[in-house]
Nanobody
Framework: QVQLAESGGGLVQAGGSLRLSCTVS????????MGWFRQAPGKERQFVAS????????YYTDSVKGRFTISRDNVKNTVYLQMNSLKPEDTAVYYC?????????????????WGQGTQVTVSS
């Protein structure tokens, strides 16, 4: 089992950028597909992006395509979410998630390990 710790959230003006990081404890990080989810007040948790354990496959929800980039460093046991051109509707708590998976794919669901979340607030 691994543990996840997010960082990098904060307050930013619309049009600005933030980079979220998720550091993963454990020696088998490169066996896990990783994802980012977000939850706005009063709404359900929503898939944002995912990356395969090899780093060569990614998947994004439509609303962030072209603005957000997910990446990973399997040496540093860290996954990143670079967020550009932020909008007020991106305001949410962002969660990192992991799932150990045999195939080198970027899943949208099935994650079984979650971080505590980091707040992102975009002002208009």
């Amino acid at each position: 089992q691994v543990q996840l710790a997010e960082s990098g959230g904060g307050l930013v003006q619309a049009g600005g950028s933030l980079r979220l990081s998720c550091t993963v404890s454990g020696r088998t990080f490169n066996s896990y597909a990783m994802g980012w989810f977000r939850q706005a007040p009063g709404k359900e948790r929503q898939f944002v992006a995912s990356i395969s354990w090899g780093g060569d496959y990614t998947y994004y929800t439509d609303s962030v395509k072209g603005r957000f980039t997910i990446s990973r460093d399997n040496v540093k046991n860290t996954v990143y979410l670079q967020m550009n051109s932020l909008k007020p509707e991106d305001t949410a708590v962002y969660y990192c998630a992991a799932v150990r998976i045999h195939y080198n794919v970027a899943p949208r669901g099935g994650y079984d390990t979650w971080g505590q979340g980091t707040q992102v607030t975009v002002s208009s």
